[in-house]
C-alpha cells in the first residue's frame, strides 16, 4: 500500500483555469504538508496543516486553498491558474507536533503541473 | 531556522565513498540535522537524522563535530541508483516548517 499517494500524477490545463490536487496517507500521521517544487528543482513548502488546522501558510497566493476534510487528507485547489504554477507539487505527512523526535516527513510521487 | 550550504554537484564512481558536507553555522540548540534523497521524478525520501556526534543505519553515516555547525553524510561504497538530490535540512522535529535548501546534486558514474 502506497504511504502518501497523490491524484493526478500529470495535469495539463489552460490559464485562467480552475483545479484540484488531492493526496491522501494512510500512516495515521496528525500533520501534512503541501511543497512546490520549480524547474530549478528549489522545493518550498505551501502549507502544514496539522489536525486538520492550518499552521503554516508560507506567503502562497489566495488562489492556492488547502482543505483538510481529514486528518488523513489535505488537498490543493488552485484558482485562475498562471503560468508559473508551473511546477511539480509534493504532498507529504508526519507525526508532527512531538518536539524532540525523529519527525520524518513522507513524500507523495509528485504532481506535474503544467499550466499553458 | 538556520540555513544550510551544500556544494551544488559531487561526481564518483561506483564503490567509492561519498561524503557531503553541509554547514549550518546558525544552528540552534534544539535543532536535529536530518538528510533527504530525492531521485528524478519521486519525491525526497529520509535517510538519516541526527543531533551530534556519530549516527548510522543501514544506508548512510552522519557525522556531527561538537561544534555542530557542518555534518557529513557519508555513502558506503556508491553505486548508479545512488544519484539523486541530497538535502540537508536543520530544524527542530515537531516543528511544522521544513526548509530545503538547493541540496546537492551527486553523479555516480560506472
Partial sequence: DTAVSQTPKYLVTQMGNDKSIKCEQNLGHDTMYWYKQDSKKFLKIMFSYNNKELIINETVPNRFSPKSPDKAHLNLHINSLELGDSAVYFCASSQGGLAGSTDTQYFGPGTRLTVL | ?110
Fill in chain 2, 1 to 110: 531556522l538556520a540555513k544550510t550550504t551544500q556544494p551544488i554537484s559531487m561526481d564518483s564512481y561506483e564503490g567509492q565513498e561519498v561524503n557531503i558536507t553541509c554547514s549550518h553555522n546558525n544552528i540552534a540548540t534544539n535543532d536535529y540535522i536530518t538528510w533527504y534523497q530525492q531521485f528524478p521524478s519521486q519525491g525526497p525520501r529520509f535517510i538519516i537524522q541526527g543531533y551530534k556526534t556519530k549516527v548510522t543505519n543501514e544506508v548512510a553515516s552522519l557525522f556531527i563535530p561538537a561544534d555542530r555547525k557542518s555534518s557529513t553524510l557519508s555513502l558506503p561504497r556508491v553505486s548508479l541508483s545512488d544519484t539523486a538530490v541530497y538535502y540537508c535540512l536543520v530544524g527542530e522535529t515537531g516543528g511544522f516548517k521544513t526548509i530545503f535548501g538547493a541540496g546537492t546534486r551527486l553523479f555516480v558514474k560506472a
